[in-house]
Nanobody, 119 residues
Framework: QVHLVESGGGLVQPGGSLRLSCVASTNAFTSYNLGWLRQAPGKEREFVAA????????YYADSVKGRFTISKDNAKNTVYLHMNDLKSEDTAIYYC????????????WGQGTQVTVSS
């Protein structure tokens, strides 16, 4: 069982930056692939970014490539989403998710953190 807690959301102007954090309560942090997904009002949840358990591979949705960066700190059991050049269409609730190695889907989710991009 993994408990995930996100933080770092808020209100930011277009073109601004935010860093989201997600702390995982597990003694096996490196046994999970980690991801960030988001859900905007009236829309389905969508993939944003992911990082492999060993930090070697990262993946991004086309809509955020070049603007967002996912990273992790194993010593802190934390995964980050660095968001730059934010746009109004990035407004959503952002969720951290964990996928145990060998499992086919994200089985653990955080409660979400709201990101609002508005002037």
């Amino acid at each position: 069982q993994v408990h995930l807690v996100e933080s770092g959301g808020g209100l930011v102007q277009p073109g601004g930056s935010l860093r989201l954090s997600c702390v995982a309560s597990t003694n096996a942090f490196t046994s999970y692939n980690l991801g960030w997904l988001r859900q905007a009002p009236g829309k389905e949840r969508e993939f944003v970014a992911a990082i492999s358990f060993d930090g070697v591979n990262t993946y991004y949705a086309d809509s955020v490539k070049g603007r967002f960066t996912i990273s992790k700190d194993n010593a802190k059991n934390t995964v980050y989403l660095h968001m730059n050049d934010l746009k109004s269409e990035d407004t959503a609730i952002y969720y951290c998710a964990a996928q145990r190695l060998g499992e086919g889907k994200y089985g653990y989710w955080g409660q979400g953190t709201q990101v609002t991009v508005s002037s």
